[in-house]
């Protein structure tokens, strides 16, 4: 056994890791999700058909070429708490899990085919300054890992701070979002087809307010992947 074997092994003695859902003990093969959680995941299937429910958000808002969501965030579920970890307690390392997770499962379909890098959704600097992190580039982090397609990040930003998508109606996030991302560097997305990446999916509106900064690249093509989407 090595020294990093024995010291990871006493620390899990010490400091046991909990499965993020329900609370069991993970063995050293299990990361964030016991085998049980991972497996009743309500994973959304959302890539395997076409013109699919998350792909209308976007119709006649902007072109996308395909769209999806891991799994559904549904109020009351034990499965909160991975968004809830990943955005609220610091927890970085569950956005790259999920990602990893996300993108061996997504891979096996082709959803990646053609992607050239992924775009996570930009923080605001002072929400990222206060959290210490962007969700979304841990997200993007993990799905680059898997599938090998580059993170882009600083190319484009978000000038405006805005208030809390949560408990607004479907109005007032479309207003809360307008023209809120500005591109700083058409270069990187030139002729290429860019996955943007966020954690949750509502109504769409952050997403397409992404997509729209990148409405005057030449020759750009766009897609949208989610960790979660609400049902």
């Given at each position: 056994m090595s020294w990093k074997d024995w010291f990871?092994?006493?620390?899990?003695?010490?400091?046991?890791?909990?499965?993020?859902?329900?609370?069991?003990?993970?063995?050293?093969?299990?990361?964030?999700?016991?085998?049980?959680?991972?497996?009743?995941?309500?994973?959304?299937?959302?890539?395997?058909v076409s013109g699919n429910e998350a792909e209308k958000l976007f119709w006649g808002k902007v072109d996308v070429q395909r769209v999806s969501a891991y799994f559904y965030y549904q109020r009351g579920s034990d499965y909160r708490s991975v968004?809830?970890?990943?955005?609220?307690?610091?927890?970085?390392?569950?956005?790259?899990?999920?990602?990893?997770?996300?993108?061996?499962?997504?891979?096996?379909?082709?959803?990646?085919?053609?992607?050239d890098c992924l775009l996570p959704v930009p923080l605001?600097?002072?929400?990222?300054?206060?959290?210490?992190?962007?969700?979304?580039?841990?997200?993007?982090?993990?799905?680059?890992?898997?599938?090998?397609?580059?993170?882009i990040e600083g190319a484009v930003t978000r000038e405006k701070n805005t208030e809390t998508q949560t408990r607004k109606s479907a109005l007032q996030?479309?207003?809360?979002?307008e023209g809120i991302f500005k591109l700083q560097n058409a270069e990187p997305f030139e002729g290429k087809h860019v996955l943007?990446?966020?954690?949750?999916?509502?109504?769409?509106?952050?997403c397409v307010a992404c997509a729209d900064a990148l409405q005057g690249v030449a020759r750009v093509k766009l897609s949208v992947l989610?960790?979660?989407?609400?049902?």
């Open positions: 990871q092994s006493v620390a899990t003695l010490f400091y046991p890791k909990t499965c993020i859902v329900c609370g069991s003990s993970l063995s050293r093969q299990e990361t964030h999700l016991c085998a049980r959680c991972s497996v009743g995941l309500p994973r959304t299937n959302l890539h395997l968004l809830r970890r990943l955005k609220y307690e610091g927890e970085q390392e569950v956005g790259v899990t999920m990602g990893r997770q996300m993108a061996r499962e997504l891979l096996q379909a082709d959803f990646f085919e053609g992607i605001h600097k002072k929400k990222q300054r206060i959290r210490g992190y962007n969700q979304s580039v841990c997200i993007a982090q993990g799905i680059s890992e898997v599938t090998g397609v580059p993170v996030r479309w207003e809360n979002v943007i990446i966020d954690d949750v999916l509502t109504t769409g509106s952050t989610t960790l979660a989407m609400v049902k």
